[in-house]
């Protein structure tokens, strides 16, 4: 977070008094360099730090592979128009999401 803004990506889920976590953006921007910005985001101390080790990736690790079971239909709600200007962007966030298994995926994040 800078005094210009920021991208916070957490969310407060008043009925549950919990936060959420939620990138809906940069996750699979093949452009964005997120060594050179990741102190700019707002959880930088908490989230690059302890929580980083073989528990917190074998945990993401199931998530994302129930993610990527059902990207296909996921990907069938969103609406059409969404997609008519990148035509392969489904594919290229099935290529990044089926690199959870390997040391470059996770690489950027700890």
């Known amino acids: ?8 990506n957490l969310f407060y889920r008043a009925a549950s ?4 976590v939620l990138d809906h953006n940069l996750a699979f921007d093949s452009g964005y360099n997120f060594k050179a910005n990741a102190k700019l985001h707002v959880a930088y101390n908490a989230w690059f730090g302890s929580q980083h080790d073989a528990l917190w990736q074998a945990h993401y690790s199931a998530k994302l592979a129930i993610a990527l079971q059902g990207l296909a239909q996921y990907a ?4 059409v ?3 008519e200007d990148a035509p392969g962007y489904l ?3 099935n290529d990044t999401l089926s690199l959870f298994n390997s040391d470059e995926f996770w690489e950027v994040l700890i």
Do not use: F, R
């Not at 977070?1 to 916070?8: A, D, F, H, I, L």
């Open 81 to 83: 128009v969404w997609l």
């Open 76 to 79: 069938a709600t969103l609406p």
């Open 91 to 93: 594919a290229e966030i």
């Open 1 to 8: 977070m800078t005094e210009s803004g920021g991208n916070p």
């Open 17 to 20: 008094k919990q936060y959420v």
